[in-house]
Each structure stands twice: as structure tokens, then as C-alpha cells.
């Protein structure tokens, strides 16, 4: 069964950074578009960068540009996404997903999910 394993979350002060890490077992991350989706309380689930397969394509959401960068590492089947200048309003639970899709704006998009991790920033 394919399993995607986040870690790297945290409780920390505003304008610090966090690197998040999703690992892929029983995948061949290489073949999908992976994303980085978060979710708030009470709100919907948004992307917040993606990355092609072959890692030529990134997008990001408009509220983490020149903040957050997405990168992969195909071999170790690895994701990343560094979060740099943190604010309050980043506080969610971080999901990587996996998308055969290229590009891969919307959760529906998506096939694969891991459990998520928490980011938690304070002011």
C-alpha cells in the first residue's frame, strides 16, 4: 500500500522557518506531481506549492511566494517544502499529496495523501 510519511512540523515564533519532509514508500515518486496542501480550522483545504515529476515546473500560491519552496530529491523519494518568515496565518496541518496529474492545482487531483503534520506559529 502506498504510504506518504510527513514530518518537520512544529510549534514555533513568527519569522522563524520550518523545512517539512514527505517520504514515499511503495511509490515511485519520480512518475507523479507531488503537493503541499494545508488546512486550518474550519476552512478548506488549499494548495500551497506543487512540483512536476522531473521537478521543472513549481507553483505557488500566491500567499507563500518568496516565502516557501517546494524541491524534491527523486532518488531518496523525497519531498520538501522550506518555509521561511513564518506568520500566524500559516498555522494548519500540512498534507503532501501525489498526483499523476501534471499540473495538479486541485485536491481532487490528487491520489495519494499522507496523514499530515502540524504547523503551529505563534505571534
Known amino acids: 500500500q502506498v504510504q506518504l510519511v510527513e514530518s518537520g512540523g512544529g510549534l514555533v515564533q513568527a519569522g522563524v522557518s520550518l523545512r517539512l519532509s514527505c517520504v514515499g514508500s511503495?511509490?515511485?515518486?519520480?512518475?507523479?506531481?507531488v503537493g503541499w496542501f494545508r488546512q486550518a480550522p474550519g476552512k478548506e483545504r488549499e494548495i500551497v506549492a506543487a512540483i512536476t515529476s522531473d521537478g521543472g515546473r513549481l507553483y505557488y500560491a500566491d500567499s507563500v511566494k518568496g516565502r516557501f519552496t517546494i524541491s524534491r530529491d527523486n532518488p531518496k523519494n523525497t519531498v520538501y517544502l522550506q518555509m521561511n518568515s513564518l506568520n500566524p496565518e500559516d498555522t494548519a496541518v500540512y498534507y503532501c499529496?501525489?498526483?499523476?496529474?501534471?499540473?495538479?492545482?486541485?485536491?481532487?487531483?490528487?491520489?495519494?495523501w499522507g496523514q499530515g503534520t502540524q504547523v503551529t506559529v505563534s505571534s
Open positions: 511503495r511509490i515511485t515518486f519520480s512518475r507523479y506531481t
Open positions: 499529496a501525489a498526483s499523476w496529474a501534471t499540473p495538479a492545482m486541485g485536491v481532487s487531483e490528487y491520489n495519494y
